[in-house]
């Protein structure tokens, strides 16, 4: 069962997956990202055209996407893509924030929903690749316990999960089909 405090956030927002026909909402949103933070989102300059694409193939490959909205704005995503080129269970994960909602907990609220997915679906590793100049990206890796070094002149930081504990099958009374 998932803790209400993780879904919820200081701001009287919430954070939930996004549904494949929410394709648009998360587009729209790094769209409405500043051109520095397009650079800390995808360790580069990107134009309109390449974010377009990018959400077109966030849905069409399986990433999980989260969001963090407020009514019907939404003002961050965190992102798990999968990595199967690497030996151990491992998602990659991204973060965005708009820039006049950062330092509020978003992206950390973010990450505790996105690492309880992760686990969910078994994943045993995250990582998290940025450029050297994003002190906030590297920042909350470190703080989420990453291992940081330089890798093709990114900066990649490594998470370990830990196992899930004492899952069961769902019985009658979590279906909802009473006790």
Known sequence: MVDAQLSRSHLDGFIRQ???S???RFRD???RLE???RRDRFAGATNDDFIIAYANRCFSDGTTVLAHLMGDRMLGAAELHERADLAEPTGEIAF???RAWRRR???SALF???AESARGLGY???RITTHPQNVAARSMARKLGAHLHFEDGDTVGQITLPPLQGVSAPTGAFLGWGT
Do not use: A, C, Y
Request: charged share 40%; hydrophobic share 30%.
């Open 112 to 114: 505790e929903r996105l």
């Open 22 to 24: 929410e394709r648009d």
């Open 124 to 126: 045993e590793k995250l």
């Open 105 to 107: 907990g978003i992206g």
């Open 18 to 20: 996004l549904r494949p």
């Open 29 to 31: 949103h790094l769209l």
């Open 96 to 98: 965005s924030v708009e």
């Open 35 to 37: 051109p520095q933070g």
